[in-house]
């Protein structure tokens, strides 16, 4: 599914925005995890399987208020390889329940390990006479640090399969200024960035007139998002920050165009965790991340209009 996809669902739904699927057994009910630690004991799989079950009941609360969802790999991989099974798990459920998949990996490398990253994620591997695709999201975030030749191999999937990748751009942590902002011949480095992803979505526009190479713009750095903007008004915009990290619905207007498009704006901790806020250990722990996900969506739609 391609960028036309996401844009056609948050049309549909009405909603720019996207939940983050980052669970550490902190974030589940205890319940949930009791459950899974009694049938496998204090082991990863136990973990794994909390999360598979937490997930898919957000997801079953969410499927027809959000167009997306986003998996931090990250998360995965601090449960071996349950973990990466739980990942698949959580990408085939999200697809089952109509819902766009970003793969939040941050990754790249040079030459054939960058094609590994990019068939891993977007594409698939062969296997004698088969192809199989080991996670199968519909885009991934990736980091153009290394260049051209690091990004190609996830262009590629963006060309043949009709896959989606979001570079990063400005990131929303604190420290993201001491490289990212750095002067470049009379341009922040976030500016040049910008300006080697307009040549790397040549030929990727899309019907809705989004293109599939998008740009990680952190809530947190408004100002940068008006600079960036200018320089990509055809790129989707993945907007982190909004929420857990202090930025506000004020603070992410700038990332959309005119036509109210033109970003998805991510929340993780605030909808995953929300139940902790109610006072029923966990209880209502899908009503509670609807009640979230209904919230915020309203606050930044009232925002861009």
Known sequence: MSIQTLVEKIREKGNPTVAGLDARL???PETIVRRH????????????????????????????????VKPQAAYYELL??????ALKETIDYAHAKGLYVIADIKRNDIGATAAAYAEAYLGKTRVGDTEIAPYGADSATVNAYLGT?????????????GKGVFVLVK???????????????GQPLYARVAEMMAKWGEGLDTPCGYN??????????????????????????LVPGYGAQGATAKDIA???????????VNS???IMCAWKKTGNNGADYKEAARAEAIRMRDDIVAAIR
């Open 212 to 237: 599939q190479v998008g740009a990680v713009v952190g809530a947190t750095y408004p100002e940068e998002q008006k600079i960036i903007r200018t320089l990509l008004p055809r790129a989707y915009f």
């Open 149 to 161: 030749d690091g990004i190609e191999p996830f262009l590629k999937e963006c060309r043949t399969r």
């Open 80 to 85: 071996g390889s349950y973990g990466a099974m």
């Open 26 to 28: 902190e974030y589940i």
């Open 254 to 264: 700038n990332a959309f165009n005119d036509d109210g498009l033109g970003a998805i």
């Open 37 to 68: 630690l009694m049938l496998h004991g204090e082991t990863l799989r136990a973990a794994a399987e909390s999360v598979v079950e937490f997930n898919c009941g957000l997801m079953d609360a969410l499927a027809d208020i959000v167009p997306a």
């Open 171 to 185: 990131t929303s942590n604190p420290s993201s200024g001491e490289f990212q902002n750095r002067d470049m011949e």
């Open 268 to 270: 993780s901790r605030g």
